[in-house]
């Protein structure tokens, strides 16, 4: 069961076009720790959107549809180059990249969990994953974060 906290509105309108759209992305950072562990505060939601052609010409456009245009961006400068996308600022801003530190992407996105949360049904970075994605990033705080999804995931 995931936990339950209030997510800002921009990030939901986000969510729900992403997911009308069947982009394939997953939720992972602090938003993937609070659902997995506990609610904590977090300035940004990160989003990891799959890196392949036609899935960013599809969060081109609803990316376009959320209110910022990326129209006049050539959708292959995407692909394979680690970008990150950051639009707004903190406490609702977001951050969209194209990789996963630690984990293949497509591992990532293979074995994500949907869960529910402001009455969406949404993809998250799975549990083992955020573990090593955390770890790979190595801030302190990510160090403390991995000793309590460890603790947590080895309860019954």
Request: charged share 25%.
């Amino acid at each position: 069961m995931a936990n339950q906290f209030p997510l800002p509105a921009d990030w939901v309108e986000l969510l729900k076009l992403l997911t009308s759209r069947k982009i394939e992305f997953v939720i992972s950072g602090g938003v993937a720790f609070s659902v997995h562990a506990r609610a904590q505060y977090t300035a940004d939601i990160d989003i990891v959107v799959y890196p392949e052609l036609s899935n960013i010409e599809k969060f081109i456009a609803a990316f376009d549809e959320f209110g910022f245009s990326l129209k006049s961006q050539d959708p292959e400068q995407f692909l394979g180059e680690n970008r990150l996308l950051r639009v707004g600022v903190e406490p609702c801003m977001i951050d969209v990249m194209d990789f996963f530190k630690g984990v293949a992407i497509e591992e990532v996105l293979r074995d994500r969990v949907m869960l529910s949360l402001e009455e969406l049904t949404l993809p998250f970075v799975s549990c083992e994953h955020l573990i090593l994605n955390k770890l790979a990033v190595g801030r302190p705080r990510d160090i403390a974060d991995v000793q309590e999804l460890r603790r947590i995931s080895q309860k019954p």
